[in-house]
């Protein structure tokens, strides 16, 4: 079906909408993963009846890029003739949502699953009115074509001045971007695999990953450096340049200056493991005499 | 109010376990970033909402809400508020509203204080099976995913029980250290399946970033202030007990 949908007036007795009439430009949307994983959860714990679930999406706007960073279910019913949302929860838990986390405001809502239709439309002018330029997401829960599909919309006006006016949803790049802590945790999600695990704090098991990791990259690099003076791979100049970059990055020093800093980072913390040690049997030591005494 | 346990064993044997979905741990590490921007040490609590699995003996936690941050009376009867209609509205969209415990930030495990210890008795007065959930930013942000689930042990939470204020004789006839005051529970992290389907697909879209950042020198010297603080303390404590023997 395509994208076009007019904004069909309003029916007597509804509410009047008032539209803001300023809209901002919006080139891209970062999505936090935290926002995905809120629609699937609100999808899986959805009313048997409902087909779709929808809810409101919270966070920023930043010069052109809106970056979404929460998210809250709202509920609603949709049958084939009409829909219907708690438009009262969505301002209520929006109000609340913006005094406990600063700087978060509604940007926009979700639907899970890719269809979008007049009904959209209406629920896209509700929230015209909580925000200029709201983003419509969707997630293709139920996949359709195999695979779990984000898509992100921004309406934007269409038609002829006084005669058919309404509005289109037009596509707009997003990408998939978390914090630092975030890439953290989804990165040990994606080790699990469908397993359950526990989150290890153990900081050696890190190390000797990344370690691996670093070995195995120097080596395709190495390779393709051997590749280029043998003659195989055309030379390329941008990468060359790259890779001398990384070489450079490599402070000058010689063997003995590296062991001799090696060497003294190690002293200073057998100095604090005998330290804390002695300290710990210190207190036990106090401990023993506080009982006798 | 739920009944006193009957023995301290039954405190003991109740939980043995504490699931979390990745949903969860998300919207932790979500609100302690956000917060982390703007001061260091952020003082970050929320609610665990979850369900007990009396069978298995496990506690599934699967959401969490952020509460502000309140020092004052008027915070914190804003944060009741908040807390109430949070109740409410979650109900309506079949989110399990029961309260199973809390979660906190950490600054190099300075978390605990005298308010973590009264928070940690209020939720297991109500509840004998609340956790508290200790999440470490700074460790996680080196790339070691740091969540901790703990409560009182049995014997901490009736000597509590009896004298908000432990005694020495208390602590010696019970054998209450720092090491068995509070007892940790293991965790594991669980997904339902459409999570699963959800990793893979952002496992392919987005590239995979390393962390390759060791911890600092300044790490170690922020723990050494902080240990020379603690022994600082100990060392007031030991001459106001000298000073107070040697008046008698």
Known sequence: ?293 | MSTPPATTTELLDSIQQVELTSQVIMKITRHCGHELEKQLDPHVNGVLLGLINENKHVLEVTHCFPLMNSDTDEGMEINREYMLEMERSLRQVNIDYQQVGFYQSTYLNTHCDRNFLDSVFDYLEEMNEAVALIYDPLKTKLGNLSVRAFKLSSTAFKLYKEDKDFTADVLRDNSLTFENLFQEIPVIVKNSSMTNVLLCELDQQQDNTSFYTLPTSSYLEKSMQLLLGGLDEINQDLQKINMYQRSM
């Open chain 1, 1 to 293: 079906s395509s994208g076009i949908n007019a904004e069909w007036p309003l029916r007597p007795g509804r509410m009047a909408v008032e539209t803001r009439s300023v809209a901002l430009p919006v080139r891209k949307v970062v999505i936090h993963p935290v926002v995905l994983f809120n629609i699937v959860d609100n999808y899986e714990r959805r009313h048997d009846n409902n087909k779709r679930v929808i809810g409101t999406l919270l966070g920023r706007y930043d010069k052109g890029v809106v970056i979404v960073t929460e998210s809250f279910a709202v509920p609603h019913q949709e049958t084939e003739e009409e829909v219907s949302m708690d438009m009262e929860y969505a301002m209520r838990i929006g109000e609340l949502q913006k005094k406990v986390n600063t700087n978060m405001y509604t940007v926009g809502w979700y639907s899970s699953g890719i269809v979008i239709n007049e009904y959209s439309s209406l629920i896209h002018a509700f929230y015209k009115c909580q925000c200029p330029t709201p983003v419509h997401l969707t997630i293709d829960t139920v996949m359709k074509e195999q695979k779990m599909k984000i898509n992100t919309h921004i309406t934007l006006p269409i038609g002829v001045k006084n005669g058919t006016e309404g509005c289109i949803f037009t596509p707009v790049q997003y990408s998939i971007h978390g914090a630092e802590a975030e890439q953290v945790s989804l990165k040990f999600f994606q080790q699990l695999r469908g397993t359950k695990k526990t989150p290890n704090f153990n900081d050696q098991e890190n190390i000797i990953t990344s370690c691996d990791e670093m070995i195995s990259q120097i080596n395709v690099v190495m390779g393709h450096v051997k590749k280029v003076l043998s003659g195989e791979v055309p030379a390329d100049k941008e990468l060359g340049r790259q890779i001398m970059e990384v070489v450079q990055a490599v402070p000058n020093l010689d063997s003995d200056t590296i062991t001799n800093m090696l060497n003294s980072h190690m002293q200073d913390l057998l100095a604090v493991e005998y330290l804390t040690y002695l300290t710990r049997q210190q207190l036990a030591v106090s401990a023993r005499l506080n009982q006798i005494l």
